[in-house]
């Protein structure tokens, strides 16, 4: 089992930053890839960014490439989301999770096996 917990979610105003973190624990070693995703109310929850654990690969959900970045710290098992720049419209609940997903598969919740509870991001306007 892995455990995750995420931290650093907050109310901001549009164009402003926040940093997310997830601290993973447990056997950690079993995943391969951690990832963000979000959910809005009523809609579906999307790809952020994924990062591996051992490469230096990280990918991006389109609507945040240049404004969000995925980092990592092995020797702490955390993962970092710093979103900058950032809109109204990133308004959701923020989820790490960690799997081992194809370079393919990535931006499917479905490749990853382990989830936090979550942490809300509420932008203003």
């Known amino acids: 089992q892995v455990q995750l917990v995420e931290s650093g979610g907050g109310l901001v105003q549009a164009g402003g930053s926040l940093r997310l973190s997830c601290a993973a624990s447990?056997?950690?070693?079993?995943?391969?890839?951690m990832g963000w995703f979000r959910q809005a109310p009523g809609k579906e929850r999307e790809f952020v960014a994924a990062?591996?654990?051992?490469?230096?690969?990280?990918r991006y959900a389109d609507s945040v490439k240049g404004r969000f970045t995925i980092s990592r710290d092995n020797a702490k098992n955390t993962v970092y989301l710093q979103m900058n720049s950032l809109r109204p419209e990133d308004t959701a609940v923020y989820y790490c999770?960690?799997?081992?997903?194809?370079?393919?598969?990535?931006?499917?919740?479905?490749?990853?096996?382990?989830w936090g509870q979550g942490t809300q991001v509420t932008v203003s306007s």
């Open positions: 999770a960690a799997g081992s997903p194809s370079p393919t598969t990535f931006i499917s919740s479905t490749a990853y096996d382990y």
């Open positions: 447990g056997r950690t070693v079993s995943s391969v890839a």
């Open positions: 990062i591996w654990w051992s490469v230096s690969i990280t």
